[in-house]
């Protein structure tokens, strides 16, 4: 369908991640952020984010508690573990590798 | 730290699943409001926004799903799923389920029941010290080619042992003994089975009382004050556990014994009926402690770490011999035999014991092949279902997984119900298998529930994997249309069900082969002839304490009183007294030499059991007198110096003379005018056990003067001699209250003591194999019913071209009987080998006993043709339009 959300496999964590590691937040919020910062070139698919965060939660590099958001709801926030920094600072050089990497490809 | 994370997130998601979706689902409610609330501030209506944020958002269930497979937990879930499949296959076809379960529990339980007592008997190490270390060692006579060649110790020749070798740390020793115990408060005397050990025999075991302490080396030497021991059961049994019996006094027949130290609950060696312990001194004199010629003892040795069993034994093997050449005129070994201790404890169940292990595993493996068959059945009918399944995606791997798990369902179900039996079955035997040794240490423990955890799984896999292989290795295509047009399908996996028939078969015969074997033998010594009446006649024990009846008039004026008042109680016929009843077993052998013939090779010495009787002995048990005379009252306290033989010691050392009026003389020195005798009589030969050979005997007069206190009263009567054993026991106890009786029994019961456990072995193989001839039937039953659904169309059109139904039927059985006939023949030739490896335990019966093999044939055969002849019947009577149209 070439819809614009198509993410390259793997880069949802490093998204989430990378999101998550200046405040924590909850599902809807992660997303809209994605969404937001990327100019709506991404859109995080809810099929996607909750696997994901569940994936991630796994792994032990994001953990979540309960609390209550500005309008008073309950909701389920996510927040960085130092595991998780560290996850976080591994996977962006990688990203950055491989980015250049592309780049000089499609770019030469 | 963070493993620790992961691994409580993990448990978390597997064991909360609940209340993890709960937050799962709460979590994408609050993103489709916050969704919902975006598109309102956007400007949308509420109907609107809430449609589009679910479009958005997605198929709910499907993201749920997604989300929990993150989880990793799938694998659980599979194996939920199938077992839920598994189950609601097994409850669509109870009868299968049910049967297959029982058939499993029986198999598995007898299984788990046998392994159970093997793996506490057999196997456990004993409750000693280094257990490893320890050793028995045992005299042998070079002589002595027939039966076990293990020869017991003499007294001196342990002494010698003990103190002139160097190969052990130490070494005891010991022998049974029994004591009538009186009580001081007037408590009820009885008999009880004792042992006399060295004052060491605990250290050398490693074994501390349980109170007070054991013999010391002082106590253990010949006319010391006596001192006893108890054994656990008998300390709570008599004293009620009482610590303060410790120092006091118990009174052994009729003596005063000081009790030093009661022994743990645990400890059961050698015999579990042992209740006292005495030193192995007691009461005997340092000339029968050095004798080398007297063989009571057994010997315990604890061999020294530094050095190896083969040296130390030879050790004393090279003393042994020295010993015997120092003395050549009396009864001494030559050699010495060592054995390891748990061979020792165990000798004489090991066989039974692993042939009814062998017996138990037939039967499994015979469960499991008929619980095979019929998957393999079951399989054949859900072909169509699999094939589609199959067609449908299912890989094979998953179709074997979920077949696999319906029959593990089988097997575990059948596991937990064969558990329970077994816990039942284990004591049962352990109760009913008279002189089992270390029964204490049967129990089901975790050895044995992890045993029985194996025995499911292997079952199982034998049982599951061939039916599930086979019912899924064939492709879509031939599967369908083989259901949809098959004149005579299913030809291969006939032939798998006809090589498991084959085993079933052959294992079965086997099994009845040994069955038969046993059964014959028990048979035989059942109806044993001891050589004397059997009916209407009562015996009973007793042993007059020395203390009391130390002089022989003593014992006279008892045992006349006693017979006395016995005769004239009604319905008495006659009253005797001998040192034992016939069958009644070993009470020992003399050595003697006949004047005439004085020379013999050395170990080569004629001897002869040893019994005492009185006049009425012989008349009171029928046994007939053949040549001379029996005893009379004369042959009395006058010395008078007469013997009367069996029939057998005439034949093997008179043969072709008149023994009448020739002498013997007893012991070892021919010129000892004490111990000659002059033969009177000739008696018939009587068994001293039952399955035994003969012994020669010599009999001679009781109340001689000699030093016997053991006597056995014999008394016929008319009718039942049970009646009696009241009357006669009230005339003892009005002579001398604190005598205690033992041994109240009739012939039959003598003989019915001594194949208890002939008994057992034979019924109990009996039960696994007629168990496993049932399921043979049924097994051969469903393969021909199978065989014969799969044929209808076939015979359907055979008998319309005009074949006769009795060629059907023919044909059917003959289809049925290849299998058993080829099992037959395979079961016949193991069943041959299998009687040899069994021959110890056989009694009047060759391995090759030919009743037994036409018998167990002939049953065979029989149950193979009832479970053949309904499917051929049904065959037979095909009716060919009925057939061809069924479709």
């Known amino acids: 369908m070439g819809r614009p959300n198509d993410l390259v496999q793997g880069t949802l964590g490093l998204l989430i991640l990378k999101t998550l590691s200046l405040e924590p937040k909850h599902g809807w919020a992660i997303a809209k952020r994605i969404q937001q910062i990327s100019n709506d070139v991404l859109q995080v698919q809810q099929g996607s984010l909750y696997p994901a965060l569940q994936r991630l939660e796994q792994q032990g590099w994001i953990k979540s508690k309960w609390a209550e958001t500005e309008t008073g709801r309950q909701a389920r926030f ?22 250049a990497a592309i780049d000089l490809v499609v770019e030469s | 730290m963070r493993w620790v994370n992961r691994v409580w997130k993990s448990m978390a998601t597997l064991f909360r699943r609940g209340s993890e979706t709960a937050r799962l689902d709460e979590e994408m409610r609050f993103h489709l409001e916050q969704e919902e609330a975006e598109r309102i501030r956007q400007g949308a209506t509420p109907e609107q926004a809430r449609r589009e944020a679910r479009r958005e958002f997605g198929n709910p269930a499907l993201l749920r799903d997604k ?94 042992w003990r103190a002139k070798t160097h190969g052990f740390e130490d070494m005891g020793a010991f022998y049974p003994w029994n004591f009538n115990v009186s009580g001081e408060q007037g408590e009820l005397p009885e008999v009880v089975d004792a042992v006399a050990g060295s004052w060491n025999l605990f250290h050398v075991l490693g074994v501390e009382p349980a109170l007070g302490r054991t013999f010391t080396e002082a106590e253990d030497r010949a006319g010391q004050a006596p001192v006893a021991m108890l054994t656990w059961a008998f300390f709570q049994r008599r004293f009620g556990g009482d610590a303060s019996i410790l120092g006091k006094q118990i009174r052994l027949d009729a003596k005063p014994y000081t009790i030093v130290g009661v022994l743990p609950s645990w400890f059961s060696y050698p015999y579990a009926n042992v209740q006292l312990w005495v030193p192995f001194s007691n009461g005997r004199t340092s000339e029968w402690l050095g004798r080398h010629g007297d063989h009571w003892a057994s010997v315990v040795a604890r061999i020294r770490p530094d050095v190896s069993p083969r040296t130390a034994i030879d050790e004393i093997g090279a003393l042994q011999y020295r010993i015997h050449m120092n003395d050549l005129a009396q009864p001494i070994a030559e050699d010495v035999l060592p054995r390891s201790m748990i061979d020792d404890v165990v000798d004489g169940v090991k066989t039974p014991l692993l042939l009814m292990m062998a017996a138990v595993g ?113 492709d879509v295509l031939t599967a369908l249309q083989d259901t949809a047009r098959s004149v005579s399908g299913g030809i291969s996996r006939a032939w798998l069900r006809k090589i498991l028939l084959t085993t079933e078969v052959a294992l079965t015969v086997v099994l009845l082969v040994s069955a038969g074997l046993l059964l014959k033998s028990f048979v035989r010594l059942r109806t044993t002839d001891l050589g004397s009446a059997s009916e209407n006649v009562l015996t009973m024990s007793y042993s007059l304490p020395e203390s009391q009846y130390g002089k022989p008039e003593q014992r006279v004026a008892f045992t006349e009183s006693l017979l006395e008042r016995v005769r004239r109680l009604p319905g008495v016929q006659s009253a005797g007294l001998g040192s034992m009843a016939p069958g009644a077993g070993w009470g020992g052998d003399q050595v003697f030499i006949i004047p005439e013939r004085p020379n013999y090779e050395p170990g080569r010495q004629p001897d002869a059991a040893y019994r005492v009787a009185d006049p009425n002995y012989f008349d009171a048990l029928k046994i007939p007198l053949i040549a001379g005379r029996v005893f009379n009252v004369h042959d009395r306290l006058d010395q008078s110096q007469k013997v009367i033989i069996s029939q057998e010691l005439a034949k093997r050392y008179f043969p072709g003379e008149n023994p009448l009026q020739r002498h013997i003389v007893m012991g070892t020195d021919l010129t000892n005018a004490k111990r000659t005798y002059e033969i009177v009589g000739i008696v018939g030969d009587t068994l001293w056990q039952v399955g035994k050979t003969v012994k020669a005997t010599t009999y001679f007069p009781a109340l001689s003067g000699g030093k016997e206190l053991h006597y056995t009263l014999v008394v016929r009567t008319s009718g039942d001699p049970l009646r009696f054993a009241i009357p006669v026991q009230k005339e003892i106890a009005g002579l001398d209250p604190q005598l205690p009786v ?42 021909l019913s199978y065989l014969v659904t799969q044929r209808v ?41 299998v009687g040899f490896l069994i021959r110890s335990m056989l009694y009047g019966t060759q391995p090759l006993e030919p009743t037994v093999f036409a018998a167990m044939i002939g049953m065979l055969m029989v149950v193979a043709l009832t479970a053949s002849a309904a499917p051929a019947w049904r065959a037979s009577s095909v009716n060919p339009i009925e057939a061809l149209r069924t479709e």
Request: with cysteine; net charge positive; aromatic share 6%.
């Open chain 2, 793 to 833: 169309t076939e015979i359907g059109i055979r008998i319309a071209l005009g074949a006769q139904r009795g060629q059907v039927l023919r044909m059917v059985l003959r289809d049925g009987l290849r299998p058993v006939a080829i099992g037959l023949t395979i079961g016949i030739v193991a069943g041959v080998g």
């Open chain 2, 362 to 474: 037939c039967m499994l493996l015979i469960g499991c092949l008929n619980l095979s068959n019929l998957l393999v059945a079951r399989g054949a009918t859900r072909q169509k279902e699999v094939a589609i399944r199959g067609a449908l995606g299912a890989g094979r791997l998953a179709l074997v997984r979920e077949q696999m798990t319906e029959t593990i369902l089988l097997c575990a179900a059948g596991g937990a119900l064969g558990l329970l039996l077994a816990y039942a079955g284990t004591r049962w035997l352990a109760t009913h298998w008279r002189g089992l040794p270390r029964t204490e240490m049967i129990h089901l423990d975790g050895t044995v529930i992890l045993f029985s955890a194996g025995v499911v799984c292997l079952t199982a896999l034998m049982a599951g994997l061939l039916p599930a292989l086979s019912a899924t290795n064939k």
């Open chain 1, 78 to 99: 996510y927040s960085l573990t130092a595991a998780g920094r560290a996850q976080l600072e591994k996977e962006r050089e990688m990203w950055s590798r491989l980015s």
């Open chain 2, 742 to 783: 033992k041994d109240i029994l009739t012939i039959p019961q003598i003989v019915g003591e001594s194949t208890v456990n002939q008994s057992l072995s034979a019924s109990l193989v009996l039960a696994f194999a007629t168990l496993s001839l049932i399921l043979a039937g049924v097994g051969l039953y469903g393969v």
């Open chain 2, 67 to 160: 989300a929990r497979q993150g989880w990793s937990w799938g694998w659980v879930e599979t194996i939920v799923r199938d077992v839920r499949f598994g189950l609601r296959g097994l409850k669509r076809s109870p009868g299968f389920s049910v049967t297959a379960i029982v058939v499993m529990s029986l198999c598995i339980g007898a299984t788990t029941a046998l392994f159970t007592v093997v793996h506490a008997v057999l196997m456990k190490p004993l409750p000693f010290r280094d257990p490893d270390k320890l050793v028995m060692v045992y005299e042998h006579f070079r002589a002595n080619t027939s039966g076990s060649p293990y020869d017991s110790v003499a007294p001196g020749d342990f002494y010698d």
